[in-house]
T-cell receptor, first 114, second 114 residues
Framework: DVKVTQSSRYLVKRTGEKVFLECVQD?????MFWYRQDPGLGLRLIYF???????EKGDIPEGYSVSREKKERFSLILESASTNQTSMYLC?????????????FGAGSRLTVL | DQQVKQNSPSLSVQEGRISILNCDYT??????FLWYKKYPAEGPTFLIS?????DKNEDGRFTVFLNKSAKHLSLHIVPSQPGDSAVYFC?????????????FGSGTQLTVLP
């Protein structure tokens, strides 16, 4: 099974700070995703990447950027954190687009912006 | 505009009875539907999926039904167990730009009472 590791489980940052959320997968999966989960809104896609140095915007990319310098690592960057970015952030990995598009998620990073 | 909707934020059932979780969608181009389960402080885990060309898929205690004409799917859990208590997300696969993506519903909190 693919394991997806999000190194920071809980973070507290101040408004305006730059925030890095790191995600690493231990299999040779091409596709990686960043979602945020908010009550009543479910999971919303921020960015995804289907190859090294490739990225595509999801449904809510504003205020975020991403970096994928190596296949196993996909980072989410908040250039200037704001309180409305307080949320649970979930990283996921997936092999080639085949079958049912099953994603394997990490345990999540809960970010609080004060 | 939410393309995938879970209109019941919560559901409580007695242990041993059937749990039925519902999901509606608006995009007729979705070609796969999936259910994920999420426990607190963990990432979502894949539960079961169904192709749009089928109307039923069964895996042990879990069965997913798809009604394409009504754009509705449901997850049946029989018999329900206390360990099934979790948030259940419905997801649908569609195309966005060059890639297939999953669109998630807002989730239903299932509580199975002993």
């Amino acid at each position: 099974d693919v394991k997806v590791t999000q190194s920071s489980r809980y973070l507290v940052k101040r408004t305006g700070e730059k925030v890095f959320l790191e995600c690493v997968q231990d299999m040779d999966h091409e596709n990686m995703f960043w979602y945020r989960q908010d009550p009543g809104l479910g999971l919303r896609l921020i960015y995804f990447s289907y190859d090294v140095k490739m990225k595509e915007k999801g449904d809510i990319p504003e205020g975020y950027s991403v970096s994928r310098e190596k296949k196993e690592r996909f980072s989410l960057i908040l250039e200037s954190a704001s309180t409305n970015q307080t949320s649970m952030y979930l990283c996921a990995a997936q092999g080639s687009f085949s079958g049912a598009n099953v994603l394997t998620f990490g345990a999540g990073s809960r970010l609080t912006v004060l | 505009d939410q393309q995938v909707k879970q209109n019941s934020p919560s559901l409580s059932v007695q242990e041993g009875r059937i749990s039925i979780l519902n999901c509606d969608y608006t995009n007729s181009m979705f070609d796969y539907f999936l259910w994920y389960k999420k426990y607190p402080a963990e990432g979502p885990t894949f539960l079961i999926s169904i192709s749009s060309i089928k109307d039923k898929n069964e895996d042990g205690r879990f069965t997913v039904f798809l009604n394409k004409s009504a754009k509705h799917l449901s997850l049946h859990i029989v018999p329900s167990q206390p360990g099934d208590s979790a948030v259940y997300f419905c997801a649908a696969r569609g195309y966005s730009g060059s890639a297939r993506q999953l669109t998630f519903g807002s989730g239903t909190q299932l509580t199975v009472l002993p």
